[in-house]
């Protein structure tokens, strides 16, 4: 029987938890809707007597984890990270990403680096052959002159639309704002985050290279493969 969307983000989250999380480690917490289910699994092995130490990639996150009884630290106390679970947006073949439309880049992108094992957890429509066809990029900007941000991000050939939430701009865990930039499609990944990072005003991007050890993919029959 063909799986059920929350069913495929289930299924990958479990599979990479229960694969990858072992006693004594310390785990990064991903953000969004297949990491809650990757969150929620961790709570389950942690109420099973499993010990970890676990750093959150969003306020979110944070408050799912506390609600579930997993003790976290701040990224800071932590010497490294064994291993972050976390989703994307989209996966090209060569596990390159685009994350961010949960709005956690930022955190994300910092707990990434300073995992020994990023593993990503999607369902199969988030594999696309070229990045940026399906989804636009998320791009963390300082609210001072936001506005001539997004022209500069214009200039290099998409749309960038400001992200509101209730008819405001949304805000992220940092206090800055995101663009949500629509290429038709991203052509060279590398070449386009070198221009995007040396923009004034811009934090972050959602472009995660060479950053993904393990991808795991769901498919609709409840298999889960891996992109290596
Ligand atoms: C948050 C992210 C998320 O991992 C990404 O948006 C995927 O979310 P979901 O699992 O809800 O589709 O990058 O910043």
Do not use: W
């Given at each position: 029987?063909?799986?059920?969307?929350?069913?495929?983000?289930?299924?990958?989250?479990?599979?990479?938890?229960?694969?990858?999380?072992?006693?004594?480690?310390?785990?990064?917490?991903?953000?969004?809707?297949?990491?809650?289910?990757?969150?929620?699994?961790?709570?389950?092995?942690?109420?099973?007597?499993?010990?970890?130490?676990?750093?959150?990639?969003?306020?979110?996150?944070?408050?799912?984890?506390?609600?579930?009884?997993?003790?976290?630290?701040?990224?800071?106390?932590?010497?490294?990270?064994?291993?972050?679970?976390?989703?994307?947006?989209?996966?090209?073949?060569?596990r390159?990403?685009?994350?961010?439309?949960?709005?956690?880049?930022?955190?994300?992108?910092?707990?990434?680096?300073?995992?020994?094992?990023?593993?990503?957890?999607?369902?199969?429509?988030?594999?696309?052959?070229?990045?940026?066809?399906?989804?636009?990029?998320?791009?963390?900007?300082?609210?001072?002159?936001?506005?001539?941000?997004?022209?500069?991000?214009?200039?290099?050939?998409?749309?960038?639309t400001?992200?509101?939430?209730?008819?405001?701009?949304?805000?992220?865990d940092?206090?800055?704002?995101?663009?949500?930039?629509?290429?038709?499609?991203?052509?060279?990944?590398?070449?386009?985050?070198?221009?995007?990072?040396?923009?004034?005003?811009?934090?972050?991007?959602g472009?995660?290279?060479?950053?993904?050890?393990?991808?795991?993919?769901?498919?609709p029959?409840?298999?889960?493969?891996?992109?290596?």
């Amino acid at each position: 029987m063909a799986q059920d969307e929350p069913n495929l983000k289930r299924i990958v989250a479990e599979r990479a938890v229960d694969d990858h999380v072992r006693d004594g480690m310390t785990v990064g917490l991903g953000t969004g809707s297949t990491s809650e289910y990757a969150v929620r699994r961790v709570g389950e092995l942690v109420s099973g007597g499993l010990r970890l130490k676990c750093v959150a990639t969003s306020e979110r996150t944070a408050n799912l984890a506390h609600g579930l009884g997993i003790e976290l630290f701040d990224i800071n106390d932590v010497p490294h990270i064994d291993v972050t679970i976390d989703g994307a947006d989209e996966v090209d073949p060569g596990r390159q990403l685009i994350k961010g439309l949960g709005g956690a880049l930022l955190r994300e992108k910092i707990v990434a680096a300073a995992s020994m094992t990023e593993v990503i957890i999607v369902d199969e429509s988030k594999v696309v052959d070229k990045l940026g066809v399906r989804t636009p990029l998320p791009v963390e900007v300082v609210p001072y002159g936001h506005r001539k941000t997004a022209y500069a991000l214009e200039r290099k050939g998409c749309k960038a639309t400001l992200r509101e939430a209730g008819g405001e701009p949304f805000v992220t865990d940092a206090g800055n704002y995101i663009y949500d930039c629509k290429f038709e499609s991203i052509e060279s990944p590398f070449f386009l985050e070198s221009m995007i990072n040396v923009m004034p005003g811009v934090v972050e991007n959602g472009l995660f290279l060479n950053t993904a050890d393990v991808v795991l993919v769901s498919h609709p029959d409840g298999t889960v493969t891996k992109i290596e």
